[in-house]
C-alpha cells in the first residue's frame, strides 16, 4: 500500500508570495493533518481534516490555511509569506481523527524555503 | 497549557544496550499518546500507540508504557543496534472539553535524539 504522499519536496519561495502544498494520504485514510516543524518551535500542530470539514486547529495565523477534497486528498496554502514561515512541513494521514487513537501516518515532508 | 518534556535530548551509547527514553506530559486528561522515531529529512515512522485505558503496549523490541497520573511514558528499546539511530518523539493528544470539534490538542515533545556506536 503506498504511503503518503507529499509534493512538492523542495520549495523556494520569496516574501509576499504564497503557496500551496498537497498531501496524498494511504488510501482509505479519512483524516488528514498537517505540522510544521522547525529547529527553534519543534513540530507544531497546524490543522485536521476530516471528510472534508477542519475539525481542529493549532495556533497558527489566519494566512495559514487548508482545505480536504472529496477523496480525502488535502492542500494546505500560506498567503503573504514571511521569512520565518521556512520550515518542513509534514502531512500525516490516519483511519480515524486523532483524538480516536488510529496511528498517525507521516509522508516525507514538503521544505519550504522563503527569501 | 500541555507540555510535553522529552529528557534527555541526546543520548549516545554502545551497541546492544538497552534504551531507556521518557516523556513527560502535564496533562492527564489525554486520549492516547504515540512514540514515533524520525531520522534526518525524513517524516516521522509511527512506532507504538498507546491509548488512555492501556498502561503499554509492546512490538518487537520496543515496549512502551504510560502513567497517566504521574504525567509520563517510558519507550524502552531492547539490545540498541546502529539502526535505531534516529530521533524519537513523543506525541500526546489531550481533551480540552467544549464543543466536538476542536475538543482535543495535539502535542509533541521535542525529541531525544539517540545514537547507536557499533
Known amino acids: 500500500k503506498a504511503g503518503v504522499t507529499q509534493t512538492p519536496r523542495y520549495l523556494i519561495k520569496t516574501r509576499g508570495q504564497q503557496v500551496t502544498l498537497s498531501c496524498s494520504p494511504i488510501s482509505g485514510h479519512r483524516s488528514v493533518s498537517w505540522y510544521q516543524q522547525t529547529p527553534g518551535q519543534g513540530l507544531q500542530f497546524l490543522f485536521e481534516?476530516?471528510?472534508?470539514?477542519?475539525?481542529n486547529k493549532g495556533n497558527f495565523p489566519g494566512r495559514f490555511s487548508g482545505r480536504q477534497f472529496s477523496n480525502s486528498r488535502s492542500e494546505m496554502n500560506v498567503s503573504t509569506l514571511e521569512l520565518g514561515d521556512s520550515a518542513l512541513y509534514l502531512c500525516?494521514?490516519?483511519?480515524?481523527?486523532?483524538?480516536?487513537?488510529?496511528?498517525?501516518?507521516f509522508g516525507n515532508g514538503t521544505r519550504l524555503t522563503v527569501t | 497549557k500541555q507540555e510535553v518534556t522529552q529528557i534527555p535530548a541526546a543520548l549516545s551509547v554502545p551497541e546492544g544496550e538497552n534504551l531507556v527514553l521518557n516523556c513527560s506530559f502535564t496533562?492527564?486528561?489525554?486520549?492516547?499518546l504515540q512514540w514515533f522515531r524520525q531520522d534526518p529529512g525524513k517524516g516521522l515512522t509511527s512506532l507504538l500507540l498507546i491509548q488512555s485505558s492501556q498502561r503499554e503496549q509492546t512490538s518487537g523490541r520496543l515496549n512502551a508504557s504510560l502513567d497517566k497520573s504521574s504525567g509520563r511514558s517510558t519507550l524502552y528499546i531492547a539490545a540498541s543496534q546502529p539502526g535505531d539511530s534516529a530521533t524519537y518523539l513523543c506525541?500526546?493528544?489531550?481533551?480540552?472539553?467544549?464543543?466536538?470539534?476542536?475538543?482535543?490538542?495535539?502535542?509533541f515533545g521535542a525529541g531525544t535524539t539517540v545514537t547507536v556506536r557499533a
Open positions: 500525516a494521514s490516519s483511519l480515524e481523527k486523532a483524538r480516536e487513537g488510529s496511528p498517525l501516518h
Open positions: 496533562d492527564s486528561a489525554i486520549y492516547n
Open positions: 506525541a500526546v493528544i489531550i481533551s480540552v472539553g467544549g464543543l466536538v470539534a476542536n475538543d482535543y490538542k495535539l502535542s
Open positions: 481534516y476530516f471528510s472534508e470539514t477542519q475539525r
